[in-house]
């Protein structure tokens, strides 16, 4: 039985056989790609190949919810919060990683606008916001990507 363990959840897989690594697949345009020893396949979806090759995904570990002190009025911070401050004029919670920092990030999930595309970004710097378009802030991963699925 191969045994794929998520990496990156949805995009990137390891697949082990008997302990030992034996390929991976990943998300590529149009479906994923399965590289198995020295052989790529293309599968439109994970249900194809779960059918097609006999692989046992792994449950993907949740991440560790944080502690509700590593918040800005209510938005989720990356490291405990500093100076935390509401910025009325770009409408964002803001907060500094140490108590004596110049640098400022901005409390929460945005989707950012750089060149031609959006990415969604976790705490990301107040220049940044400053310099780019955005949206945000939003208070999980899934609210701003969702919000990105509904604007397309």
């Known amino acids: 039985m191969i045994v794929a363990k998520a990496v990156i959840p949805n995009q990137y897989w390891i697949l082990k056989q008997d302990d030992r690594k ?42 560790v919810t944080r502690d509700a002190s590593d918040s800005v009025y209510g938005y989720p911070t990356t490291h405990p919060p500093h100076n935390a401050v509401y910025d009325v004029r770009h409408q964002v919670p803001l907060w500094t990683r140490e108590p004596r920092s110049k640098s400022w990030y901005a409390a929460g999930w945005f989707r950012i606008r750089q060149g031609r595309s959006w990415s969604v970004a976790e705490c990301p710097k107040l220049i940044t916001l400053e310099r780019y378009q955005y949206q945000g802030p939003f208070r999980t991963r899934e609210e701003a990507e969702a919000h990105e699925l509904a604007h397309q």
Do not use: W
């Open 22 to 63: 034996i390929g991976n697949i990943e998300s590529a345009p149009g479906g994923f790609q399965v590289r198995i020893n020295d052989r790529i396949e293309v599968f439109k979806t994970i249900g194809t190949i779960k059918r097609r090759i006999n692989i046992d995904f792994e449950p993907a570990i949740r991440r």
